[in-house]
């Protein structure tokens, strides 16, 4: 059976492929805006874990209320969450019989909650797997060291395939670099390289 996984091109989006790599055949598919290139980033991290590739394209207007929900907030957990919630139907909808993300146990956003997932399964037919769930940061780590060749650094260095990238973009473009800096904590991203 076939499984898309949404795919940053990061270490949990690879970590759940590879969890799910026994029992589906997975695809790894990144969601775009079409803001910015995230493409090309999640093609290569793809290629390097050995994965099938594709991308979805989300709705541009989703993208437009979540920056100005964050630039409202003055932090991007909410949009963020919205954006995500919006992934995962997009990626229902796109004739996957499973769907997966690299959503972990300790995650405060995104989350997929158990009505969110009903509620996908119901309405599209799919079968709506969080492979982490259960694993805490230390077991990702862990996991990843054995099995993953990351590279890690600031978000704004390292080149992802994920909505976030495209909603820095056009936060920039709408409000200013300044207010991409207010409104997004600084955090390390990591972008698999290979596996070991």
Do not use: W
Request: aromatic share 6%; proline share 5%.
């Amino acid at each position: 059976m076939r499984c898309g996984v949404l795919y940053s091109g990061g270490k949990d989006s690879t970590l759940a492929a590879l969890v799910l790599e026994p029992f589906y055949e997975v695809t790894l598919v990144t969601a775009t805006f079409g803001i910015a290139d995230v493409v090309a980033p999640g093609r290569r991290a793809a290629a390097a874990a050995g994965f099938d590739f594709e991308t979805i394209d989300l709705d541009p207007t989703i993208a437009e209320a979540a920056v100005e929900r964050m630039v409202t907030d003055g932090y991007p957990r909410t949009g963020i969450q919205r954006v995500h919630e919006h992934a995962v139907e997009t990626i229902a909808d796109a004739g996957f019989p499973a769907i997966a993300d690299g959503t972990r146990r300790d995650d405060r956003v995104p989350t997929i909650d158990r009505s969110v997932a009903q509620s996908v399964e119901d309405r599209f037919g799919v079968d709506y797997l969080a492979p982490l769930s259960g694993f805490g940061r230390d077991a990702i780590d862990a996991l990843v060291e054995q099995h993953l060749r990351v590279e890690t650094g600031p978000s704004e260095a390292i080149p992802k395939a994920d909505y976030e990238t495209e909603l820095r973009a056009l936060m920039r473009e709408e409000h200013g670099a300044e207010t991409v800096a207010d409104v997004f904590p600084e955090h390390t991203q990591s972008r698999v390289v290979g596996r070991r």
